[in-house]
Structures are given as C-alpha cells and as structure tokens.
C-alpha cells in the first residue's frame, strides 16, 4: 500500500511539471516573457540542474533587459557549481547585450581559458558561443579544444558555422579535411555540401568546390576525389565529365565496376541514352560477371527499344540475348522489356501479352510477380481491354500496397479509369497518391488530378475533357496520327476552354514525334500567345528554344527564347539548363 501511494504521488508530481513546462512554453512562445518567466524561475528553483530552466529563464530576462537578474542567477549558478564554465559565455554575452563590450570580453577569454584547464568542456563553451551567434569565438574554442585535446573532432561544427558566416571555401576545405582523415565520413559530408550544391555548374559553390577537388586530385591523387568530382558531375547533369571520372576510379580497381554501373543507370533515368550506351558497353567490355553483364544488356536492350533503332534490329537483339541467356526467372526483366517492344513498338500485343503470360508461370517471388503483372496489364490497356488490365493493376495494388509497385498499380488504375472518360473514379485513387513515398508517383497523381480538376469547372458534362483523355489514350497506344486529329477537335470545338492550352502542348509533342517541326512551332506559339503567366508558358519557352536549336536550325530563335526564359521566369525548372544553353550559344567559355 505504502508503495503504491509513493508511485501514485510521483506519477501526479510528473504531470504537475509537465503541466508547468507546458505552460511557461506557451507563454514563451507568445511573448509573455513576464509570465513566463514566473513560471520558469519556479521550475529552475525545483531543479537547477535542469540547463533547459536555467536557459529559458535567462531568455526571458534578457527579454525583459532585466541584466542584472541574469549576471546575479548565472553567478549564482557558476557558485554553486563551478565546473560549468561554459556559463561565462553567457555572463559576457549577458553585458554584450548591454553594449558593454569591455566587460563582456574577460568573460569570453575567461571561456576559452578553461578549456585548456578542462578540454572536455571545449564542446559546451564552443556551441555556447555558437547559439549566441558569436561564430568567431566559436571557432576558437573548438579549435583549442582539439589542440588541447587531439582525439576531439569538431570539424561539423567548424564546418557549420563557416556555412553560417558565409565562408563556403573554408566550409567545404573542412568537410574535405574530415573526408581525407576518415573516408567513412563521406557519405554525411556530401549531405551537408548538397545542401549548397545545384544543377548550375556556374554557381559559386559549385564552381569552389569543382576547383577544390581538382587540386586536391593534383597534389595528393585519392579515389576519394574522383568519386567527389564524378558526384558533382552527376548533380550538374554532366555525366560525360562523370564518366571520365568512373573510368577513373575502374582502372584503378579493375575488380570494382560498380561506379559505372550505377552512372549507367542514372543516365537511363534521365534520358542521356548515349551516356547509358557508352558506360554499359565499357561494362561489357571490363566484366565477367554473369548478373553485371545481364545487367549491362538490359539496359542497353532498354535504350534501342527507347531510340529510333530498326525493329528489325532490336529483334535481332532481343533473340540474340534470349539464345544466350534463355526465358528463365534471372531474365524476367528482360522478358517484360521484350513485351513492351512487341506491344509498343512493333504493334503485337497479343504476342506480347503471351511472353508475359508464359513469364507469369515461373517461379518468381511476389515483387516480380506483381512486376510482370503489371506490365501485363499496361499491355491490356493498349489493346484496349481496360476490364482485365483493371483486374491485373488491383491485384498488384492489393498484394503490395505499402511497396512502390503497389502505389504504381494505384496510378495506373486511375490513369486507366481516366481514359475510359471515369474521372471521379480516377480522382478518388490519384487523392491517396498525392502522399505517396515516392515523389515521382506524388507528383504524376497531382499532375493528372489537376488535369481533370481545372478542366472539369466549366464543363459539367466533361465533354472537352473527355475528348481529351481519348487523344491521349491513343497516344500512349502510339496511334500519334489519329491522337494529333482528336486533338485538334478539341481545339475547334473548345476555343477557349481551360483545356486549350494543355491541347496544344500535348499536339505539339505529337507533332514533334513524327516530325511535324513547323507546326509544333507553331503550337508552342500559341500556348505563349494565350497567356505568359500560365502554368505551361516556361515549357512552351523551353520546348521551342530546343526546337529551334535541335530541329529548326536557328540558333538565334533558340537564343532568345532560352533568354526569355531566364529572364521572365526565374522560378522554372528549365532556367539552369537554359542559361547554360544559353552561354554556349553566345559563345562564353564553360567550365
């Protein structure tokens, strides 16, 4: 009984500070430093070992400029216990508040002293002096307490405070200097240095750093460096200069050629299918690997079926690769890949939805299951049997519904629902997505409901639309003739609905994939000409400047659309690319 009654009294006393602790923080954070700090003297007087009290309550007073009250508390403080030394920091900082800098100064060296006396309290005066924002004391100090102390590391935080004062060559020269001490440490540095890294080459940061790697890959040659330099490459999109930097590092361990592997793949994903070629002909070239090598087919198997290569000889390919390696569960991906190409490419989707099938009976685990199932049914829809392709998407969805698949075959459920002109179905599946784990998903689902959203207001029948998602049905079966005609009905028969100008952007790819250059042109054009301000008006700009540099020939148009780009919309996706394009253009040297 006597038990329980202590416990049930400490339980209540718990509840009674954190009532407290709640309620001078409200008071805090509204600025009512008088009450809060009422309730904060209180609480530091019931514990005064708890620094958090003792922190806020020298808040509140210094908010209140009631100094003296500090300079008695933290003297009061350091009394009783003399070993935080770290309370001279805010004894100085306390008259510096004041605009008494003489006084305040003794106190900060009086700081610094200690640590010789006591390294370990290097770490606590050093972020003293950070929180107060006093950064060159701050460096001091934890650079004396790894004088003091040579086993001590505080190079984040000197790192961190040089990014605060601006000083980004010191910042990255610190994180390079932690790198070169320990490799491990890579991985978090680059997390920090991302954070001031972007696509722009010409950047200051970029620029510093790309400057820094390459004399330290001069004077002391390291793998550390090359793989740094071919990261900054890969962040700028440069993945030629990446590549030279993978070679690199192989040749140097010709049992490693994982760094190319993984350039290769990257390439892929962003469409620099020369790059992807180049880095998994160099992997065949350097392995003997048998899963390396697979890896290295797929993917180029993966470009010819992208790129304008013959069917005939992607065939070729595709026969080549199954008479080696055979139709086994180590070349599902492949098999799926050739699927796609019958469907796709070659207009078989019955010979297509076969291989799939036949793939489906293997002994495959649930991921290339839902995987194959998948690709069955993108087919499906192709072929226009919306019904079974529906059937196939919701079991992968249902099997595999916390994975990325499953979130994919949620999409693919509303995209389909959306072709088949059934928008509110779609619109219920695309609201789940729009916090999916992965981005890409979020930001397709957010793409398409906007799509049917803003489309959807001043057409309550949703014919304009409806006639719309069937254009684009037909151009993802790659019927472009027949999508490029619904289209233009669009067009003539919705002048001026919300959903003319995504028309004529989704014409004027069309028009560009079978070559119709002038009047994709003339597309983008009009999208411009319509309204500066809207969503599609940076693309417009981007699509024909390259147009203009790619196909039309005329450097100069493409010049001055990827100006105005740069100059009208700052915030757009495309303004680095633009401006690098840009100064090639006009003939500037590029780094």
């Known amino acids: ?50 620094n958090n009290y003792l922190n806020y309550l020298i808040d509140c007073y210094q908010q209140l400029e009631k100094f003296e009250e500090v300079t008695d508390l933290l003297n009061l403080q350091l009394k009783k216990f003399p070993n935080q030394e770290y309370l001279y920091v805010e004894l100085g900082y306390n008259y510096q508040l004041q605009n008494l800098q003489d006084k305040a100064v003794p106190y900060y060296e009086k700081a610094l002293i200690f640590i010789e006396k006591s390294p370990n309290a290097g770490y606590f005066i050093g972020k003293t002096f950070q929180d107060n924002y006093l950064l060159d004391y701050a460096l001091l100090a934890y650079n004396k307490a790894m004088e003091v102390n040579p086993n001590a590391n505080y190079k984040f935080q000197i790192a961190l405070i040089y990014s605060e004062k601006g000083e980004i060559e010191n910042m990255f020269n610190t994180y390079l200097n932690l790198i070169e001490t320990n490799e491990n440490y ?103 690997d048998l899963e390396t090598e697979l890896i290295a087919k797929l993917y180029l198997l993966e470009v010819a079926n992208k790129t304008n290569e013959p069917n005939e000889t992607i065939e070729t390919l595709f026969q080549q690769f199954f ?41 495959v685990n649930q991921f290339q299951k839902g995987y194959l199932k998948t690709k069955l049914a993108d087919i499906l829809v192709f ?48 609201s789940v997505l729009k916090k999916s784990t992965s981005q890409l998903i979020a930001n397709d689902a957010l793409a398409l409901n906007l799509l049917i959203t803003d489309n959807v207001v001043k057409d309550s029948l949703k014919m304009a639309l409806k006639k719309y998602a069937v254009a684009d049905l037909l151009s993802y079966q790659n019927k472009n003739k027949q999508a490029i005609d619904t289209l233009m009905v669009v067009l003539s028969q919705y002048k001026g609905h919300p959903i003319e100008d995504e028309t004529l952007f989704k014409q004027a790819q069309l028009f560009e994939k079978i070559n119709q250059f002038t009047d994709a042109e003339n597309n983008y054009l009009q999208i411009i000409n319509l309204n500066k301000e809207d969503i599609l008006a940076d693309d417009a700009h981007y699509y024909l400047a390259e147009l203009y540099l790619n196909k039309l020939n005329s450097v100069e148009k493409a010049k001055e659309y990827y100006q105005k780009i740069i100059f009208e919309y700052p915030s757009s996706i495309y303004v680095v690319d633009a401006r690098k394009k840009f100064r090639k253009l006009r003939g500037d040297e590029i780094n």
């Open 383 to 430: 072929d226009n049997k919306f019904s079974s392709a529906l059937i196939y998407y919701t079991q992968v969805q249902n099997d595999l519904k916390n994975q990325t698949i499953g979130q994919t075959a949620r999409f693919k459920i509303a995209q389909t629902s959306y072709f088949k002109g059934d928008f509110e179905w779609a619109q219920s599946q695309l």
């Open 323 to 363: 008479n080696q390696y055979g139709k086994n569960v180590a070349t599902i991906n492949i098999q799926a890949i050739y699927a796609e190409f019958l469907a796709f490419k070659k207009n078989e989707p019955e010979q297509a939805i076969s291989v799939l099938k036949e793939a489906l009976k293997l002994p």
């Open 186 to 288: 890579e991985s978090i540095a680059k997390n920090y240095i991302g954070k001031f890294i972007t696509e722009d080459s010409e950047s200051e940061p970029n620029f510093l750093l790309k400057k820094l790697l390459l004399k330290r890959s001069q004077n002391n040659p390291n793998n550390t460096w090359n793989e740094l330099l071919s990261w900054l490459f890969i962040q700028q999109k440069e993945y030629d200069k990446a590549f030279i930097q993978e070679k690199a590092l192989h040749k140097r361990n010709l049992e490693n050629i994982n760094g190319v592997v993984a350039l290769g793949k990257i390439t892929f994903e962003n469409n620099d299918f020369e790059i992807t070629k180049n880095c998994f002909n160099y992997v065949l070239e350097n392995t003997v």
């Open 1 to 50: 009984m006597r038990c329980t009654l202590f416990l049930l009294v400490c339980f209540f006393s718990l509840q009674i500070y954190a009532q407290e602790t709640q309620l001078a923080s409200q008071y805090f954070r509204n600025g009512e430093y008088e009450k809060a700090a009422s309730v904060y003297k209180s609480l530091y007087e019931k514990n005064p070992l708890n």
